[in-house]
């Protein structure tokens, strides 16, 4: 069962890209050694796109990259240049939220795994990141009768 759920606030550093996301305060995070990520230095966690909302004006401030097989979105401020959240080849039905650009205060613990992005298809099925992005339900004894 997942644990309750609390709403994040985040953004670029211009803060023209503003969002928020409901996300558990204890989250995994994921740092990727694919060629993107490590030149970014990206760690991010993964939640559902029907958890994830811009903010205001946001989207006209965004621009997207993408390359290889072109699932993965790279998203970034049109202003500053800052990737704070994309769609990630290993789940193109989730979000990835970069935790650097998080608003302070609402995560209480992180912890931090390594994701062979360099060989991502074989430990994409070996790390469970796939499931981060289903929506898990709670079933009680009611609903089976």
């Known amino acids: 069962m997942e644990s309750e759920l609390v709403l994040h606030n985040g953004g670029c550093h211009c803060k023209k890209v503003r969002w928020k996301v409901q996300a558990p305060t204890s ?11 490590s030149m970014r230095g990206n760690v991010h966690f993964v ?26 979105k790279h998203t970034f401020c049109k202003v500053c240049g800052i990737t704070s959240f994309y769609t990630p080849q290993s789940n ?6 970069t935790r ?11 912890e931090i795994r390594n994701f062979d992005g360099k060989n991502w298809e074989d430990f994409c099925d070996q790390s469970g990141i796939a499931l981060q992005s289903k929506i898990q339900m709670a079933f009680t004894r009611e609903d089976y009768h």
């Open 27 to 37: 989250v995994i995070a994921w740092k990727c050694n694919c060629s993107d990520c």
């Open 100 to 110: 650097a650009c998080l608003d302070p205060g609402t995560l209480s613990h992180v």
């Open 92 to 97: 193109p039905d989730g979000i990835a939220v």
């Open 47 to 72: 939640v559902p796109h029907q958890r994830c909302e811009l903010l205001g004006d946001s989207d006209q401030f965004i621009t997207t990259y993408t390359f290889g097989t072109h699932t993965a």
